[in-house]
């Protein structure tokens, strides 16, 4: 998948590299800013199960 993408991305390497760069983090952003929030109310890491 990665030969694909890296065949498929214009330019040189540096070009190549900069363009992946940026879709990482356009992937990480659309994580942090639609993914997480829209599942975080069916995670259940606030609820605690030490006591005492």
């Known amino acids: 998948m ?3 993408w ?3 991305l214009p330019g040189p390497w540096w070009v190549r590299l ?3 760069l940026l879709a990482a983090a356009g ?3 659309l ?3 639609v993914v997480f ?3 975080a109310e069916h995670l259940a ?3 605690a199960t030490v006591g005492g």
Do not use: E, I
């Open 31 to 33: 994580c942090f800013t």
């Open 6 to 8: 890296w065949r498929v």
């Open 18 to 20: 900069l363009l992946s």
């Open 37 to 39: 929030p829209a599942v």
């Open 27 to 29: 992937v990480v952003l």
């Open 2 to 4: 990665y030969a694909w």
């Open 45 to 47: 890491v606030n609820d």
